[in-house]
Each structure stands twice: as structure tokens, then as C-alpha cells.
């Protein structure tokens, strides 16, 4: 359920998550806007964001966006705010959230440059 294994198919121009008989293959939900946008020029900072998307939604089994039943998974992608994951689960601690957020965050300027910033904050965090 995460964008890591999309590289391949976009590298070779093919649609993104669907195979030759057009059905899903993965959810597009772990995947940031950017990635969307300017797929030929994704960064770690990506990576961050879908791997911020896999412990969010572990820690809340919910999805960083709310995909309303009928909207188009890609418009949502687009257009919809990440939802703080406190608002999800105020359970959650404080210094841990905060990481996720940031690994979340809609702008890649405001993520974690790489994965080992992002552990190293976890880390911190726990």
C-alpha cells in the first residue's frame, strides 16, 4: 500500500497502480501531491511522506486525507488538507505526532529532508 514500488512504472511512462487490465494494484493514498505533479523529479523527501502516510495510518488506521466515498483518489490528493494526526488520535503523543506531522507536511520544503531525519526524530520523540 505505499509508492515504493512505483518508480519502475513511471520510469517507463506506464499509469501509475493499475496493470494492463486497468485494476488496482496499490492505493494511491500513500502517495504525496508532489510525486502527482512532477513525478520525474521525486526526492527523499517523497519517500518520507509516504513512509510518514504508513505509520500514521498504523498508528490510527486512518489515511493522512480524508477520501470522501465517490471523489476521484487523485482530486483528493490534490486539493484535500492533511489532517493533523492528533485530530485523529489525541492519543497520541505530542512529540511523536509532531514527527509525523512533519513527515506529512503538504510541502516538501517542510518535511524531513530524508528518511534518517525523520528516524532520528522518531527516535528523539520516543
Not at 27 to 43: G, S, T
Not at 101 to 126: N, T
Request: with cysteine.
Amino acid at each position: 500500500m505505499s509508492d515504493f514500488g512505483f518508480a519502475e512504472e513511471l520510469r517507463q511512462g506506464r499509469p501509475v497502480g493499475h496493470d494492463a487490465d486497468g485494476d488496482d494494484r496499490r492505493h494511491v493514498a500513500f502517495m504525496p501531491r508532489e510525486q502527482l505533479i512532477n513525478f520525474k523529479y521525486v526526492k527523499p523527501v517523497s519517500d518520507v511522506w509516504s513512509i510518514g502516510a504508513t505509520f500514521y495510518y498504523m498508528l490510527t488506521a486512518q489515511l493522512p486525507r480524508d477520501f470522501p466515498k465517490g471523489r476521484d483518489p487523485i482530486d483528493v490528493i490534490l486539493e484535500n488538507r492533511i489532517v493533523p494526526v492528533r485530530e485523529r488520535d489525541g492519543g497520541i503523543p505530542a512529540p511523536v505526532a509532531e514527527a509525523i506531522d512533519c513527515a506529512v507536511a503538504a510541502r516538501p520544503d517542510s518535511r524531513f529532508a530524508d528518511a534518517g531525519a525523520f528516524r532520528a526524530a522518531l527516535a528523539k520523540a520516543l
